[in-house]
Nanobody, 123 residues
Framework: QVQVVETGGGLVQPGGSHILTCTTR???????IGWFRQAPGKSREFVAG????????RYADSVKGRFTVSRDSARGVVYLRMTSLNSEDTAVYYC?????????????????WGQGAQVIVSS
């Protein structure tokens, strides 16, 4: 059973950049990793995801062109690089793992979830 842990939450100024890290523990070779977020008073939403091979990525329209997801499978980490941040990006960010041998990046139905990392965009 794979486990995932997010790190890197913090306070970021509007227009700034930030990186979140998702570390996988356990057998995580064939796992798609998804990033999700939940803003105050809103439902959790898909943000970005990357296939087990790293060859396929998927982004929500709201972050396309600003966020980049990548993975270093040898080190068992997945990164979410966020740029041009604004107040609407303030949320708790979660990474999740989906046992998936294909190149698809699903929007939901992930197997394992982290505890979340708070990102606050504010001056």
């Amino acid at each position: 059973q794979v486990q995932v842990v997010e790190t890197g939450g913090g306070l970021v100024q509007p227009g700034g950049s930030h990186i979140l890290t998702c570390t996988t523990r356990g057998r995580a070779t064939y796992y798609t990793i998804g990033w999700f977020r939940q803003a105050p008073g809103k439902s959790r939403e898909f943000v970005a995801g990357i296939s087990f091979s790293g060859q396929t990525t998927r982004y929500a329209d709201s972050v396309k062109g600003r966020f980049t997801v990548s993975r270093d499978s040898a080190r068992g980490v997945v990164y979410l690089r966020m740029t041009s941040l604004n107040s609407e990006d303030t949320a708790v960010y979660y990474c999740a793992a989906d046992e998936n041998y294909s190149e698809s990046v699903p929007l939901d139905d992930y197997d394992a979830w982290g505890q979340g990392a708070q990102v606050i965009v504010s001056s």
